[in-house]
């Protein structure tokens, strides 16, 4: 590929026009370009072996915490791939209230309901200040066109999206609110692992009301759940701060034991650490069963 064609790939990044969002965003010292290979990498695809390193150049854009990238009916042009930082996607009614669709991390697409209409259908907020990369429709069209193979990856990363909001979906309607919770912190677990971040001890970049949004809970029964958990030893709390003490218990839980059960266990913890014990009863232990069915 020539350079002019290169040079003209940065130029239509650059375009405004291109991507209504970026006059939103804020430019620092550090990375503005990445090549294919580098976003195939980003999204966990093989690139196209015959793409040479810098043939395709894609422009990083970055926001601020609570900047929107895109709104609900904005014209379509561009996919948003996450190369750093949290947001989240809301669909918002006609009395302002907001309902969270996902929560875009290292590594994810989004911006893909836009296609079919040629408009945006959800917003996209930032929850952190995030740096993303700008992806033209066109030129993965282009794209498309030239690297079949290449083509077939991205539609794997979309359908990728769609698989886990059908699991959401899913969850939705078949497990308690409990289960929901726990479900919740498994998948972020899994996620930041996939990132290669700790998926034992994590901060949430999201709010218990976003969260509730998220999982069709209010802000107060994600509360109280995380608390119960934090009580019976599957998780620590500190504001923010997550730490996961039992991935599988959180996997498998179906409902939680009722309140006097979990007053009893952490009363137990409590002695048996005074006397120095190392082994309190823990999920799925004899004393009792948090996976039971209700």
């Excluded at 996607?89 to 309902?99: A, C, H, K, M, R």
């Excluded at 990363?157 to 939705?172: F, G, H, T, W, Y």
């Excluded at 996939?194 to 999982?215: A, Q, V, W």
């Excluded at 109280?224 to 996997?251: C, H, M, P, W, Y």
């Amino acid at each position: 590929m020539t350079s002019t064609h290169v040079t003209e790939l940065r130029s239509d990044a650059l375009n405004p026009a291109l991507h209504a969002g970026a006059d939103a965003g804020w430019q620092r010292q550090g990375k503005l370009w990445s090549n294919l290979k580098e976003l195939c990498d980003l999204l966990r695809i093989p690139a196209a072996p015959t793409v040479h390193d810098e043939e395709f150049l894609f422009q990083h854009v970055q926001f601020k915490t609570g900047q929107r990238v895109h709104t609900i009916g904005q014209p379509f042009d561009t996919l948003f791939i996450v190369h750093s930082g949290f947001l989240k996607t809301v669909l918002i009614d006609e009395f302002g209230n907001e309902q969270v669709l996902s929560f875009p991390m290292k590594g994810d697409l989004f911006g893909v309901d836009g296609i079919h209409t040629k408009r945006y259908a959800s917003e996209a907020v930032a929850l952190s200040n995030c740096d993303l990369i700008l992806l033209p429709f066109k030129k993965f069209t282009q794209l498309g066109r030239s690297y079949v193979e290449l083509e077939h990856a991205m539609y794997s990363v979309m359908s990728r999206e769609l698989v886990r909001e059908q699991a959401m979906v899913s969850m939705l309607g078949a497990l308690s609110a409990e289960a929901r919770v726990a479900r919740f912190l498994v998948s972020l677990s899994e996620r930041f692992a996939d990132m290669g971040y700790s998926s034992k001890l994590f901060n949430l970049r999201m709010t218990r009301h976003e969260i509730g949004s998220y999982l069709g809970l209010t802000l107060e029964t994600v509360s109280r759940t995380l608390s119960a958990f934090n009580e019976i030893g599957l998780i620590t709390v500190d504001q923010r701060s997550i730490g996961i003490k039992d991935l599988e218990a959180l996997r498998t839980l179906r409902r939680l034991p009722p309140s006097s059960s979990r007053s009893k266990a952490a009363g137990r913890r409590a002695r048996m650490a005074a006397a120095g014990t190392t082994t309190p009863p823990e999920a799925g232990g004899k004393d009792w069963n948090p996976i039971a069915a209700a």
